[in-house]
């Protein structure tokens, strides 16, 4: 067991665990943020998607210790003040999950991409999130929550 302390939306946290444990399963397990979702376990879905500094990683794979100096941001850190982050209201405005298993994964890549490119093309908006799996197929639901999002003055806000 290794002691890490983590910046986690903004908090910096004391954590347990041994170097080579997941993020994943740090998040989860040690300080129930479990927004984040284990999907696949080999980086494949994107269900584990969280940002390090600013960019999307697959937390199923990196090891707590890759992360412990990174500014990490979970599903749980987009909301500020009691209300969602442009992207996340986009997502529920357009209707854009149905089981919403893969919808942290798909609303922390949208918010990376927003960061980066303020009003993206639908055939960006595709490549960016390519690799992201939505297994109830609302892809086009996906594509014009983060079109709504990119309209919004707030853009992809969070921390």
Request: with cysteine; charged share 15%.
């Amino acid at each position: 067991m290794s002691d890490f302390i983590l910046k986690v939306n903004g908090a910096r946290l004391h954590v347990s665990a041994p170097a080579e444990k997941s993020l994943l399963f740090v998040l989860r397990d040690r300080l129930n943020l479990t927004g984040t979702k284990y999907g696949c376990g080999e980086g494949q879905c994107a269900a584990c998607t969280v940002l390090l500094d600013g960019k999307p990683a697959r937390s199923c794979l990196t090891p707590v210790s890759a992360a412990a100096k990174a500014n990490i941001t979970t599903i749980e850190g987009l909301e500020q003040n009691g209300h969602l982050s442009p992207v996340q209201q986009a997502f529920l405005d357009e209707g854009a999950f149905q089981c919403g298993y893969c919808t942290s994964g798909m609303v922390l890549c949208a918010t990376a991409l927003l960061r980066a490119t303020s009003h993206p093309t639908e055939d960006q908006i595709v490549t960016y999130m390519d690799g992201n799996i939505c297994r109830c197929g609302t892809y086009p639901r996906i594509v014009a929550a983060v079109q709504r999002a990119s309209q919004s003055p707030q853009k992809a806000g969070g921390q």
